[in-house]
């Protein structure tokens, strides 16, 4: 158990253009989140899948926002013509659901998004 | 919907001392509680939470949390703190049912000094 990684861990980008992020769970966890953290902020929700279903996806998460998780493994989350406002740290956690109740996010270290 | 508030943004104090890093919440239904711990460069790790049962829980370096359903707070603390301790805590809720997507606080900085 590696626990999860992130990749990169920090972007810098020009205002319009695309960004994309990976996010490599812990192997056997069938959750995966996507939280975006301002400074000074905790973390946001974004959108989350179970395997590979996107099953929910905040507000926060405008049309230039895509995430994906083919065959319910690692995900990608895409920016596209990225803004200064997108300017964060987007954090990927994973848990493993069994039946109903909470279950414990594991979190990676984030990838650091800077637009100019 | 559920919230969390973190009253102070910044806690500085002494090797030794105790601590106590505060947490309110607002919510309609029942909920989990949890604190997260965030080291400078690195992701948050679980700190403690509760789900159910005792309302005191404990995390294996010497914090811990009551849950005050009457209060609506969740309190962190630790007798003596460490110069190691020193991080952003994080304090969120979930309401149970549903997703239990969590909400999280602003956070508060844990300054230890020597």
């Known amino acids: 158990d590696t626990g999860v990684s992130q990749n990169p861990r920090h972007k810098i980008t020009k205002r319009g253009q695309n960004v994309t992020f990976r996010c490599d769970p812990i192997?056997?966890?069938?959750?995966l989140y996507w939280y975006r953290q301002t400074l000074g902020q905790g973390p946001e929700f974004l959108t989350y899948?179970?395997?590979?279903?996107?099953?929910?996806k905040s507000r926060l998460l405008s049309d230039r926002f895509s995430a994906e998780r083919p065959k319910g493994s690692f995900s990608t989350l895409e920016i596209q013509r990225t803004e200064q406002g997108d300017s964060a740290m987007y954090l990927c956690?994973?848990?493993?659901?069994?039946?109903?109740?909470?279950?414990?996010?594991?979190f990676g270290p984030g990838t650091r998004l800077t637009v100019l | 919907a559920q919230s969390v508030t973190q009253l102070d943004s910044q806690v500085p104090v002494f090797e030794e001392a105790p601590v106590e890093l505060r947490c309110n919440y607002s919510?309609?239904?029942?909920?989990?509680l949890f604190w997260y711990v965030q080291y400078p460069n690195q992701g948050l790790q679980l700190l403690l939470k509760?789900?159910?049962?005792?309302?005191l829980v404990e995390s294996i370096n010497g914090f811990e949390a009551e849950f005050n359903k009457s209060q609506t707070s969740f309190h962190l603390r630790k007798p003596s703190v460490h110069i190691s301790d020193t991080a952003e805590y994080f304090c969120?809720?979930?309401?149970?049912?549903?997703?239990?997507?969590?909400?999280f606080g602003r956070g508060t900085s844990l300054i230890v000094h020597p």
């Open positions: 956690a994973s848990s493993q659901r069994v039946g109903g109740g909470s279950d414990t996010q594991y």
């Open positions: 192997s056997e966890h069938n959750r």
């Open positions: 969120a809720v979930s309401e149970t049912g549903g997703s239990y997507i969590p909400t």
């Open positions: 919510s309609s239904v029942s909920v989990y």
């Open positions: 509760y789900l159910s049962g005792s309302t």
């Open positions: 899948f179970q395997n590979e279903a996107q099953l929910e």
